[in-house]
C-alpha cells in the first residue's frame, strides 16, 4: 500500500526557517517527478516548487532564493527549505509526487 508522509511544518517568526519533509513508502520505483504545492485561505492552490527527472528544480517566482527543493538520502524522501519566512507564507503545503495521491499536507504559520 503506497503511503504519503508530510512533516515539518509549525508555527514561525518572520525571517525564520522551516523544513518540510516529504515520504513515500510501498512504492517499489524510484519517484524522479515531484511538486511542492501550498494553499493559502480563501486562494488557490498554488506550485512551489519541482524537482523534474530528478535533476532540475523550478521554482515559484515570491520564493526564489529563499526556498530549495532537495531529495533525502532515502529512496523517495523530499525536503523543502524554507528560509527567510514570510507572513505570506503562511498555508498547507503538500508534496505531490507523480503517481501518488495526495496526502493531507502540513500547516505553516508565519508571524509578523
Known amino acids: 500500500q503506497v503511503r504519503l508522509v508530510e512533516s515539518g511544518g509549525g508555527l514561525v517568526q518572520a525571517g525564520g526557517s522551516l523544513r518540510l519533509s516529504c515520504a513515500v513508502s510501498g512504492f517499489s520505483s524510484r519517484i524522479y517527478y515531484i511538486d511542492w504545492y501550498r494553499q493559502a485561505p480563501g486562494k488557490e492552490r498554488e506550485l512551489v516548487a519541482s524537482?523534474?527527472?530528478?535533476?532540475?528544480?523550478e521554482y515559484l517566482d515570491s520564493v526564489k532564493g529563499r526556498f530549495t527543493i532537495s531529495s533525502g538520502s532515502a529512496k523517495n524522501t523530499w525536503h523543502l527549505q524554507m528560509d527567510s519566512l514570510k507572513p505570506e507564507d503562511t498555508a498547507v503545503y503538500y508534496c505531490?509526487?507523480?503517481?501518488?495521491?495526495w496526502g493531507q499536507g502540513t500547516q505553516v504559520t508565519v508571524s509578523s
Open positions: 505531490k509526487p507523480t503517481r501518488v495521491a
Open positions: 524537482i523534474i527527472n530528478g535533476d532540475r528544480s
